[in-house]
């Protein structure tokens, strides 16, 4: 009967025989890789600034489109010629221009996502008696702050912007928008109303004005609950101010 009584051991269940040993347990874990965040409109911390003269575009107007990859950080990755120029050595440039920029990180769900986008380039012919005169930012409300008015924020100080008259294409541009400040003065959603009809002035202004930071008079009805405080503000770009 010996044989037969091993026979029975040999045919317990396999979790019995082995009761003394702890279950293997396999943990799970989740890829934290996200998908890039596709876009036709990018929005820049740092504007691409493409430096060229009217010897580059070779006797008349160019336009460019460039396709960006940026990663989670905001920085440019990666710039491809989309659409040229017609000119090698200027989509060079842009593409260069476009590679020392600093993205604006898409988030959601608080978290950044890497970027890939295109961005718009029109170069025109300037002159050659003419003269590019610099925008300061001068906006409605900062006119009015330095003439002493009363106004519904003040900008702690005046936003940079780095504008010539080149860039307005012949005619006189304006922009609309609008941002949100949190009780810090930290601007927050800067936000196009109307703009200029060119995209990348529009671009330049908003990053202007998400670089700045604003103070409010705080009184019963300015005061921050549990939600931003929304402002106003326009600007001009008038090409008779620099004849």
């Known amino acids: ?29 989740k890829s934290s890789a996200q998908s890039a965040h596709l876009t036709t409109r ?51 440039k842009l593409v260069n221009a476009v590679l020392q920029a600093k993205v604006k ?9 890497a970027v890939i986008g295109y961005q718009v380039f029109n170069l025109n012919l300037t002159p050659d008696d003419a003269e590019a005169c610099s925008y300061s930012f001068d906006s409605k409300n900062w006119r009015a702050q330095q003439q002493q008015q009363k106004v519904p924020f003040q900008y702690q100080a005046q936003p940079t912007l780095a504008l010539d008259s080149t860039q307005l294409n012949d005619h006189d541009r304006q922009i609309k928008f609008s941002f949100k400040a949190d009780k810090h003065g930290n601007i927050k959603k800067p936000k196009i109303i109307k703009g200029s009809g060119i995209y990348a002035l529009d671009q ?40």
């Open 204 to 243: 330049q202004v908003l990053q202007a004005v998400a670089n700045s930071k604003v103070s409010v008079k705080r009184t019963a009805s300015t005061l921050w609950l549990y939600k931003k405080s929304k402002f106003k503000d326009a600007i001009e770009f008038d090409l008779n101010a620099c004849r």
């Open 105 to 113: 990180p898409f988030i959601e769900d608080d978290t950044a996502l």
């Open 1 to 29: 009967m010996k044989p037969l009584f091993l026979l029975a051991l040999s045919t317990l269940p396999f979790h019995l025989s082995h009761a003394a040993q702890p279950p293997l347990e396999l943990t799970i874990q």
């Open 42 to 92: 990018i929005q820049w911390v740092d504007f691409p600034k493409p430096q060229y003269k009217n010897s580059d575009l070779n006797q008349q107007n160019r336009a460019a489109i460039i396709r960006v990859y940026a990663d989670e950080t905001g920085d440019v990755t990666k710039a491809t010629v989309q659409e040229t120029t017609g000119l090698k050595a200027l989509d060079e």
